[in-house]
């Protein structure tokens, strides 16, 4: 019997609904639940991932009718190479971040009954295997709405906290917002493309073969942009993302960061380049500006963040940018029948979606097992913990490297793909748009740039100096289970940065769907090592050889300085002579990010007051100092606050109506049914 | 197969490692004649090298793998940095590892781990000039790479031997936007070297220094690595320059002759462009950290200006 794919996605999806259920029944035995679950959830996850792995690797669609669903509105799925790959995406993280949970969850126990946390963890997983498998709007809406109330549940499992509720509020009214767009992004295709006739139109099918009138295909797009984006964490709905993100579990932090957003690029994709097809231009070009102010604007508020967590939910806010960026110009470039140029743009984006997720993945699970051993999400009261922590500290190093674009890691093979994507640009035939879009190239290196220095602070302030808080002395290295699912994750972002073109070759079935062509990179003798997407003559890459050249002349230079005997000796930290360091002396993090903060100073809310203190008779010599610095996100003020005051001033004018007299109900009844006699004759 | 190749890349990767010290002693020596001091000579670094190689290493105590790791990294990356660019002939089996936007790359390792062994220690000093790296860094690299995309859509690629190639052979002669990405380059090459204007390299007074304050706590050979590694730098920028605006002399052909020739070219490029240094550094005063913008934001509008023009006018 051969592997049919999309039996075996199907059975993993039911694998995960029936360990829910499960997962009830079994709560007596919390101990038990953790180590059974999480075994079968990440077994159900690499099914999954193998599943997509082997679709896209033979470039198969394959589809099926549920008996499930609505007369005349069955659910169905399908298996083409599009929803394989990102089946693989969720696969991989979902696997690495089940076996990381047999660690993490372990330590909720004895405080907390952890059911809830394994029925919504795998009602989650479930969800976003169903949401990328959906072949018909109907069963995509419901697999998208118990992704989403299964992250909420999620999102508030430490429902004691007063901030976890309200961010999982605040998540769910924008999710619900997003849903809705969705919703009539659908309707609109459906309906006009059938002629509002039959259920038909509801399913993807029908919607590939209709041919919407332009006007109504912009209607639908804008929607559906506005509602995935509200998903993804696009600037400006973004406001969200950095409340829920970080108060939940850490590995459902991980999950939410790195695949829940990639469900969003999956229904932009499938929406622009599968459902809609022929793009104009600027469609593209709003993706692309709004992927650009999402990339930087999300990682200089990543900048300004103490808490780890935050700052991790703010640069996906970033990256979920550069995804956009690569797919935006795949769009223009497409929309100009430059196939060659959409696959390779498409290409980088769908593979800074893969990047992202493994290593934001890995960078949300070396949070979480700081969080897990400190007991605290603010670096401003942690350092050293390299010390302490040296495997998550090295991990989380690997992390930290990936996501700042470095080679030979895997963040840098994206970017670089972008960045040719880019370069390319002049030869569209607008003049217009080969002046701006090389700009936009500017603004991705203002990014990479920025992310490093993010992630020197994230990394420099947290593992590196001295220990800044309370106890240490608890303080302990992750267990093994939650080290071996960073460390595969850590592998795995080498490995995409080391042998790129083996990966984009197997990615070439997505853009051949998508776009009509593929990359197709020489695969000579010696071709999974370079990665010449366009010509050799024109640009050409090889990580494993940059990784080689560092793994040679490294321990070369280690050697030949060891050849005679040189001693190290510890001393006393010298400090240009200065005697009595403390750790509080050290730089935080917002001594780090200060001049970037004065730089950009504009685009936030800072509010900074220094005000001495008591002082002993003389003013200028104030006893103590009191210094407070809040730094905000100004959309909040700009697009949240106000609809937020606009919706409670309208339901306190509708409120007026309840006045809690049975007569003035009655009054209501009695026009109520005369309005409806005069109109419904 | 054909050894030639390799054996100029190891040629080349070597000269690199002998000339950064000497194009940084002579840097230092013009330097001393401009103010008219008397100069320790051309060789005071490379004995400033050996001295440290000699020492033995003081390391903080609680100095963690990252600080001991950083110099072997930094000179590691240098050395294939030096391996990549042309700056003798472009016949190398490296080239093709890197193009341009990986050699920046390569530079982004070195500046990332750098700041990062600021931090280790845990000092006041070391994470100011972590931080102030960070940020200037984050300001030039789009600049750097604007210019290097204008030349790059004048040759039409990123590799930088194609490059030479191009521009030797006569496909790409001085334009309008060249000019302006010099411009551009000169500013950058001199934010991301740490020179005059943007840093200090021979100052020692704590609240100025930038990258001086990084490394504050590394002696003996850890410290002599990264001084290597930072005249190394300012060599690979020159040769960077060279290779992307004035390649007139780096061999095409495979003969000695022309080898020869090349390296005699590099040698007066590089005289030339110590003179240059020189003349900026001894022009200019330091800049306030905060003016810093003002500065790499001209870079960034001289890259700008030209990319335009090579919109426009070409």
């Known amino acids: ?569 510890r001393v006393p930290i010298w400090d240009c002579g200065f005697e009595k360091l403390t750790p509080r002396m050290q730089y935080t993090g917002t001594a780090f990010a200060m001049p970037l903060r004065r730089i950009f100073g504009f685009l936030y809310r800072i509010r900074e007051r220094v005000r001495p203190a008591a002082h002993a008779g003389q003013s200028a010599y104030p006893a103590r100092i009191r210094y407070s610095l809040r730094i905000r996100d100004r959309v909040w003020g700009w697009c949240y606050a106000p609809v937020a005051r606009a919706s409670f001033l309208l339901a306190r004018q509708v409120g007026r109506l309840q006045q809690g007299r049975i007569q003035s109900y009655l009054i209501y009844s009695f026009v109520t049914i005369l309005v409806l006699l005069v109109f419904l004759r | 197969m054909n050894a030639y190749p390799y054996i100029l890349e190891f040629l080349q990767v070597f000269a690199l490692a002998a000339v950064a010290p000497l194009f940084a002693g002579w840097v230092k020596m013009l330097k001393c004649w401009s103010q008219g001091r008397t100069s320790p000579g051309l060789l005071q670094p490379a004995r400033d090298l050996h001295k440290l190689f000699a020492k033995d290493v003081l390391l903080a105590e609680n100095a963690s793998w990252v600080f001991r790791f950083v110099p072997y990294l930094v000179f590691g990356v240098a050395l294939l940095a030096g391996g990549v660019i042309p700056s003798l002939s472009v016949d190398l089996p490296l080239a093709p590892t890197a193009d341009v936007i990986v050699i920046v790359g390569l530079f982004a390792i070195a500046r990332f781990f750098t700041a990062l062994a600021g931090l280790d220690i845990g000092t006041a000093f070391g994470g100011m000039g972590s931080s102030r790296e960070m940020t200037i860094a984050s300001l030039a690299e789009p600049a750097m790479l604007m210019a290097i995309f204008t030349i790059s859509l004048g040759s039409g690629t990123t590799s930088l031997a194609q490059m030479v190639r191009s521009i030797q052979s006569g496909q790409v002669l001085l334009r309008p936007s060249f000019a302006f990405a010099i411009l551009a380059f000169v500013l950058i090459a001199l934010a991301e070297t740490g020179r005059i204007p943007v840093d200090n390299p021979a100052t020692h007074l704590e609240l100025t220094m930038i990258h001086e304050a990084m490394i504050l706590e590394y002696s003996g050979r850890h410290l002599a690595l990264i001084e290597w590694a930072g005249m190394m730098r300012l060599s690979l920028f020159s040769y960077l320059g060279i290779a992307a605006f004035f390649p007139w002399g780096i061999a095409v052909s495979r003969d000695m002759r022309a080898l020869g020739l090349a390296f005699a070219a590099l040698l007066l490029k590089l005289a030339a462009i110590g003179v240059g240094v020189v003349l900026i550094e001894t022009g200019l005063a330091k800049m306030r950290i905060f003016r810093l913008t003002e500065f790499l934001g001209t870079a960034f509008l001289m890259a700008t200006l030209g990319m335009l023009s090579f919109f426009i006018l070409e």
Request: hydrophobic content about 60%; glycine content about 10%.
């Open chain 1, 1 to 569: 019997m051969s592997f049919e794919p999309l039996q075996a996605g199907c059975v993993a999806i039911i694998a995960l609904l029936a360990l829910a259920a499960l997962a009830i029944a079994l709560q007596r035995a919390q101990r038990f639940l953790v180590a059974f679950s999480f075994v079968v959830s990440a077994l159900a996850s690499l099914l999954a991932a193998a599943a997509g792995a082997v679709c896209v690797g033979r470039g198969s669609v394959s589809s099926v009718t549920l008996l499930l669903g609505l007369p005349d509105l069955p659910f169905t799925l399908r298996l083409d190479p599009l929803a394989g790959f990102f089946l693989v995406v969720i696969g991989v993280l979902a696997l690495f971040v089940s076996i990381y949970s047999l660690g993490y969850v372990r330590g909720y126990l004895g405080h907390r009954s952890v059911t809830r946390l394994v029925v919504f963890y795998n009602l989650f997983l479930a969800g976003m295997l169903m949401v990328v498998l959906a072949n018909d709007a109907l069963f995509f809406l419901v697999a998208w709405e118990i992704m989403a109330a299964a992250s909420y549940f999620l999102v508030i499992f430490e429902d004691e906290r007063v901030e976890n509720r309200r961010a999982g509020f605040l998540y769910l009214v924008i999710a619900h917002i997003g849903a809705v767009a969705i919703l009539l992004a659908f309707g609109i295709m459906a309906g006009l493309g059938t002629g509002f006739s039959s259920f038909g139109g509801y399913s993807f099918d029908a919607m590939r073969q209709s041919a919407l009138p332009s006007s109504w295909a912009t209607a639908a797009f804008l929607l559906a942009f506005f509602g995935f984006a509200a998903k993804a964490g696009v600037f400006p709905l973004h406001v969200w993302l950095p409340e829920a993100h970080p108060v939940a579990p850490s590995n459902v932090s991980a999950l939410m960061s790195g695949v829940m957003l990639k469900t969003a690029i999956y229904g932009i994709v499938r929406v622009a380049f599968d459902l809609l097809r022929d793009c104009p231009w600027w469609w593209g070009a709003i993706i692309l500006v709004f992927g650009l102010l999402s990339a930087v604007l999300g990682v200089l508020y990543a900048l300004m963040q103490n808490d780890l967590k935050r700052l991790l939910a703010y640069s996906s806010v970033e990256n979920i940018g550069i995804v956009l960026v690569g797919i935006g110009l795949a769009m223009i470039f497409q929309s100009f029948d430059l196939h060659m140029l959409a696959a390779l743009a498409l290409t980088a984006g769908l593979y800074h979606a893969l990047s992202h997720a493994l290593f934001k993945g890995l960078l949300f699970m070396g949070a979480g097992s700081v969080l897990h051993a400190t007991g605290e999400r603010n670096m401003e009261r942690m350092g050293g913990l390299i010390h302490r922590m040296p495997w998550t500290a090295a991990l989380f190093l690997v992390g930290a490297v990936s996501i700042s674009a470095l080679p030979p890691f895997n963040g840098f093979v994206s970017e670089w793909l972008t960045f040719q994507a880019f370069l390319l640009s002049p030869s569209l035939p607008v003049p217009m748009m080969k002046l701006l879009i090389p700009m936009g190239a500017a603004l991705l290196a203002l990014t990479s740039a920025l992310a490093a220095a993010c992630f020197v602070k994230a990394f420099g302030v947290t593992f590196l100096g001295h220990w800044r808080g309370g106890e240490l002395s608890q303080v302990h290295d992750a267990g093994w289970t939650m080290r071996a699912g960073m460390l595969l994750a850590a592998i795995s972002c080498l490995a995409l940065g080391i042998f790129p073109p083996p990966v984009i070759d197997w990615m070439d079935a997505v853009t051949q769907q998508l776009v009509g062509t593929k990359i197709g990179l020489p695969l000579g003798a010696f071709g999974w090592l370079w990665l010449t997407p366009v010509a050799a003559q024109r640009a050409s890459y090889s990580g494993g050889i940059v990784f080689l050249g560092l793994l040679v002349c490294i321990p070369a230079v280690y050697l030949l300085l060891h050849i005679r005997p040189g001693a190290i000796s």
